[in-house]
């Protein structure tokens, strides 16, 4: 009886370990459409995100026993710089979500596990194998399928598509600069800690931009924070360490899926099956991408998106 219950609590555990991977992913995946819904600026959506999420962070961390006293000032610094490239990736993502297709800027927005694929390569100095070659020619083939049919639409959607991709390069450059604090700190620590110093900076773009800051319907707003900030990334930090890359990337796909379902019922945005063609090849060299990186270079930190 006793092996009979743990091998129960073992398979249900896992069960709500999967729960939480897709339950993550389709939080994040709403978050589009909520930039969309909101009445302040891109930007200005970004930093509230971050700002109203701030004390529950803190409240994670401590549950979680992180610390947030005592970084040395190595630390701090490299916190600074990816805050800032965080900061710059959600402002390049939000704006981009207001100019092109939700399926893009969401495919587009978590193309860090390609570029970081394609940095290991130049750190590395050798060239591709395998299951490599076949994420580098996916990616670039549906990236350009998409990128294309954008051009086809309007410069704008063109535009947009560009500004997403942006967020994906930044994006990864904020793993890799905090990839070695965050197995030493925790995730809820430094993310503590990237949005206190992200708030101002997205605050004071938002400032110099020219956007509406304070929100006339709330609604939207909290519901981002709610469901990037809380929901999403929380269940995606409590699941992540548990599934292998390969698992972690076919998951990931329920956001591009999601968002272009919702982009077709609420905006009337139309794929074709060119579309749809190119984002298969993407989304499968996001897929590959994640299956051939090592834990240690994604860490336990969820996508933005």
Sequence with gaps: MKRLSKANLGKGHAL?????????????ALGPWLVRLTDTGPV?????????????LIVFAKVAGQKLTGMPKRTMVLVAIGALAFASDLASWHIGIGMTRLGNATLFGNAGSIILLFWGFV?????PRGLEWLAIVFALSGAG?????????STETFVGDLFCVIAGLLYAVYLLTLQGERSRF?????????????????????????EPIWPSDWTPVVALFITSQLIGQGLLVYSLGHFPPLIIGLALLTQPAIAAVIGYLVFGEVLTPLDMVGMVLLGSALVAARATQKKAVEGKSPSPA
């Design 145 to 153: 399928i998409l990128l294309g049919r954008s051009l086809e639409i």
């Design 16 to 28: 709500l370990l999967g729960l939480a991977l897709l339950g993550g992913n389709i939080a994040l």
């Design 123 to 127: 750190v590395a100095r050798m060239l």
């Design 44 to 56: 200005s959506a970004a930093f509230w995100r971050l700002f109203l999420a701030l004390p529950f």
């Design 186 to 210: 925790g995730a809820w620590s430094l993310l503590v800690w990237v949005s206190v110093f992200a708030c101002p900076a997205l605050l004071g773009l938002a400032v110099f931009l020219g």
